[in-house]
């Protein structure tokens, strides 16, 4: 996730926007960014920078079942190039791919436990050390990379502050997240 993207993530203790999503772009452009059932549009948390999208998803319902924070970035129509889930894994498991999933863009804060291909999404449950924006915790977090509607997309489910993701409770969120975005980008 970009640098003023961890800014705008610290808005979501604000509070949240009932909200199925946010809509960017219009007409044949338009793409939708979602999250699943019991998240809203954390407000504020909606930024566009460099050519990407960036929207914050959290709970609906504080001390609700839902317990993690959900942001996606997305970039421009066309970004998206075919997802190889074994290219995907070396990238994430070497000291650049390290880095680029790095709060502090220092590698040595990241540990990647486990990579897989799921529902077409690269699927990365890892441990990042350096410090979380506010409205995260600590421990581990899921990311998913994948292409939707011609658009590369990056997903990332985070243990809120206070919380814990276990690796099940994060699998299944980062499942949902993922799923969630394919429906809101299906053409009916």
Do not use: K
């Not at 604000?14 to 979602?34: D, E, K, L, S």
């Not at 290219?87 to 650049?96: D, Q």
């Not at 410090?131 to 658009?151: H, K, L, T």
């Amino acid at each position: 996730m970009a640098r003023p993207a961890l800014l705008v993530l610290a808005l979501c203790l604000a509070g949240c926007v009932p909200t199925g999503g946010v809509q960017i772009g219009t007409g044949p452009q338009a793409f939708r960014i979602a999250a699943p059932s019991g998240y809203c549009l954390a407000e504020g948390a909606v930024a566009r920078q460099r050519g990407s999208d960036f929207a914050a998803f959290t709970p609906c319902t504080p001390g609700g079942t839902a317990t993690g924070v959900l942001s996606a970035t997305v970039g421009a129509a066309g970004s998206a190039q075919p997802v190889d889930p074994q290219a995907m894994a070396a990238f994430f498991t070497s000291p650049p791919g390290r880095t680029a999933r790095s709060r502090a863009r220092d590698g040595r804060s990241v540990t990647v436990h486990q990579v897989l291909a799921a529902d077409g999404a690269v699927l990365v449950r890892m441990t990042d050390r350096a410090s979380p924006p506010a409205a995260i915790g600590p421990g581990e977090s899921w990311r998913a990379v994948m292409a939707v509607d011609g658009r590369l997309v990056t997903l990332s489910a985070s243990p809120a502050r206070g919380t814990t993701l276990t690796p099940e409770a994060g699998r299944r969120l980062i499942g949902a997240f993922v799923t969630a975005m394919r429906r809101a980008n299906t053409a009916s």
